[in-house]
């Protein structure tokens, strides 16, 4: 079984609306983090917020909120007031255990497109 | 700067030919990753290190090869590539830490594009 799934291969979304971008996660470990990763067509991966499997909020950063419901094993990624710069292929990934060193796994990503 | 450096970024090689991309990170991070990307498939990793002279495989390491000599660097080796192998490769390093803690996140390089003929 896949540890995380996006389901939504592409989104389209206009300028400044919000957008929610889904991730479902697999594990039985208590303890994991989140992560969501930007990859724009220039090619680099640049991390964008984290959600540790303990947090009783929300996380957030500026535009980025994650949407972390536990008990229904998602991690959505929220962008608020969409720009041209958001569009880009977004990943999602978990790191599972409490032992150190625990790979990184990443779903198939999804495609953004923002337009004005 | 903090920062994970991968070279070459473009890669053009022909079967057999054995070569090195190298990986090099400033943020003395114990752990260090390389991770493939292909369409359709997301990043899968390939081999991993937790520190000097500690490697392993991961999800996918057929055809590859690491050494870990220096905190510092973790070169990936391809002895015989294949046109299989073609692909975008990233270097990625972070703190070794449990999953669950803050500060954990991965810090890529540029990647490597690297196509076998």
């Known amino acids: 079984a896949q540890k995380i799934t996006q389901t939504q291969p592409g989104m389209f979304v206009q300028e400044k609306e919000a957008v929610t971008l889904d991730c479902t996660y697999d594990?039985?470990?208590?303890?994991?983090?989140l992560f969501w990763y930007k990859q724009p067509s220039s090619g680099e991966m640049i991390f964008l917020i984290y959600?540790?499997?303990?947090?009783?909020q929300n996380a957030t950063e500026g535009r980025y909120s994650l949407n972390f419901q536990k008990a229904r094993k998602s991690a959505n990624l929220v962008i608020s007031a969409s720009q041209l710069g958001d569009s880009a292929m977004y990943f999602c990934a978990m790191r599972e255990g409490n032992q150190a060193g625990t790979a990184l796994i990443f779903g198939k990503g999804t495609t953004l497109s923002v337009s004005s | 700067e903090a920062q994970v450096t991968q070279n070459p970024r473009y890669l053009i090689t022909v079967t057999g030919k054995k070569l090195t991309v190298t990986c090099s990170q400033n943020?003395?991070?114990?752990?260090m990753s390389w991770y493939r990307q292909d369409p359709g498939l997301g990043l899968r990793q390939i081999y991993y290190s937790m520190n000097v002279e500690v490697t392993d495989k991961g999800d996918v390491p057929e055809g590859y090869k690491v050494s870990r000599k220096e905190k510092r660097n973790f070169p990936l080796i391809l002895e015989s590539p294949s046109p299989n192998q073609t692909s975008l490769y990233f270097c990625?390093?972070?703190?070794?830490?449990?999953?669950?803690?803050?500060?954990?996140?991965?810090?890529f390089g540029q990647g490597t594009r690297l196509t076998v003929v």
């Open positions: 959600q540790g499997s303990y947090d009783q």
């Open positions: 943020m003395n991070h114990e752990y």
């Open positions: 990625a390093s972070s703190l070794f830490q449990g999953a669950a803690s803050r500060g954990t996140e991965a810090f």
């Open positions: 594990t039985s470990d208590p303890s994991y983090g």
